[in-house]
C-alpha cells in the first residue's frame, strides 16, 4: 500500500517547473485546515497536466504526508531526505527536500500559531448541595473560572460539574496519601544529606 503511495510521486515531474512544484505545496499547506477547494484542485490538475481527480488524489495525500513530518516531528533540515523511501528517484528526492528545507520554518510557525492556548484557572470555589430533597447524602459542585490567555475581551468563563460526597472524599485521600509520600521522600533525601554531611566533616 505504501509502495503505490510513493509510486505516485513521479506526477510531480509533469510539471514545467520548480515553480509549480512549489505552488502545489503552498496551495496544500494553505488549506491543511479545509482541503482544497474546485479552483486549487483545476489549478493543479492542469498544471500536472492531469485529467482527472482519481490520479491527483494519491499524489496529494503522499504530499500532505511528506509535509506533515516535516512540519510537525522532529526533523532537521538536513534530515529531511531521509523522509524519502529509496523508491523515490533521486531527481525528486532532490527537488522536494529543497522545497520542504525552505517551507519548514514558515509552516513550523504557522502550526504553532495554529495552536489553541489552554486557559488558566483564575479561581475555584465549590459548595455543598442536595442532590434530592429527600436524600442525606449532599453533593459537592464545583466552580472553575477560566480565563482564556488570548488577550481578547470576554475571555473568561466559567464552568460547573458536580461530585458526590463520597467521590470528594476519595479524591481527598488521594491527595493527603499524595503529600504524605511526597514529605517521606523529602524527609529522606534530607536524612541522606545530613549523613553524607558528616560524613565529609
Not at 496551495?27 to 479552483?39: E, K, P, Q, V
Not at 506533515?68 to 532537521?76: A, D, L
Not at 524519502?84 to 520554518?105: D, M, Y
Not at 521522600?185 to 536524612?191: F, G, I, R, T, Y
Request: proline share 4%; glycine share 2%.
Amino acid at each position: 500500500m505504501e509502495h503505490s503511495l510513493w509510486g505516485h510521486l513521479p506526477l510531480l515531474l509533469k510539471s514545467n517547473s520548480k515553480e509549480s512544484v512549489e505552488y502545489i505545496l503552498q496551495a496544500l499547506w494553505r488549506t491543511r485546515n479545509t482541503g482544497l477547494d474546485a479552483a486549487d484542485r483545476h489549478t493543479i490538475r492542469e498544471l500536472l497536466k492531469l485529467q482527472n481527480d482519481s490520479d491527483l488524489d494519491p499524489l496529494l495525500v503522499c504530499l500532505r504526508i511528506l509535509m506533515r513530518r516535516c512540519v510537525y516531528e522532529n526533523v532537521g533540515k538536513d534530515e529531511i531526505q531521509k523522509l524519502f523511501p529509496q523508491e523515490v528517484l533521486p531527481e525528486l528526492q532532490r527537488l522536494l527536500t529543497l522545497l520542504l528545507q525552505k517551507f519548514q520554518r514558515e509552516w513550523q510557525d504557522d502550526a504553532f500559531k495554529d495552536m489553541v492556548p489552554l486557559p488558566r484557572l483564575k479561581e475555584m470555589t465549590w459548595r455543598m448541595v442536595d442532590q434530592q430533597k429527600d436524600s442525606t447524602d449532599p453533593a459537592v459542585v464545583i466552580n472553575l473560572k477560566l480565563q482564556n490567555n488570548a488577550q481578547t475581551p470576554g475571555g473568561e468563563r466559567e464552568v460547573n460539574f458536580q461530585l458526590a460526597k463520597d467521590t470528594l472524599e476519595t479524591m481527598q485521600r488521594y491527595m493527603y496519601q499524595i503529600r504524605d509520600q511526597l514529605s517521606d521522600a523529602v524527609s529522606l533525601s534530607l536524612e541522606m544529606a545530613n549523613r553524607n554531611l558528616l560524613i565529609f566533616i
